[in-house]
């Protein structure tokens, strides 16, 4: 009987302040709409990949040479976000920005036992991303042939505007999603709140919760 008492009060609670949680709901999902479109910056993703094979003196592939391969993906993934690369990249393309900035754009990752290895860089631009990716991959190339004594690096994807050239942030959905969720749960909690702090008594109902004394007699409103 408790429980469904409990749960009778939970309902009319809600069913009580519906309106002010809707409203509230429909506010912070509106608000988070307003913020995504007009006041985050749109980041767009741009990716090239890198093919790190056989040395091209070798006449045929074998085991060892592909294992070998795989061994040293992730000593290029360090070498590519390492300054040499990285300020290579900034000469050539003059862009006005520290080393370590850049690094923050580049994304480097590779599939396990995979001999590819995919560079992806965000930035508010969708042709500085593309640039920027070609050139870290051409830098790589390049400099890995004097740090490396290696000539197994081609790139094998360019990046391209006939990829996907959608944003990649921020997420419209899960942003609106989010502050509705926020809005529902802050509506829920202040009906409640106000619910447990609200010790008015405004009829016979109210007496008897409040005071714990049975209710005797009432007086209808008298109007004149």
Known sequence: MGDSLNLEGILKILRKNIFMIITLTLLTGFFMALVTFLLLTPKYEAETQILVSQSESTGSVS??????????IMTYRDIILSPIILEEVINNLDLDMPIRNLSEQITVSNEAQSQVITVRVTDDSIGDAIVIADEVAGAFQEQVTEVMDVDNV??????????????????????????????????????FARAFFDKSVRNEEDVSRHLSIPVIGSIDKIEN
Do not use: H, K, R
């Open 154 to 191: 081609s790139v094998l994807a360019p990046a391209s505007l006939e990829a996907d050239t959608s944003p990649v942030a921020p997420d419209s959905f899960i942003n609106i999603t989010l502050g509705l969720v926020v809005g529902l749960m802050a509506g829920v909690t202040l009906s």
């Open 63 to 72: 085991n060892p040479d592909i294992e070998t391969s795989l061994q040293l």
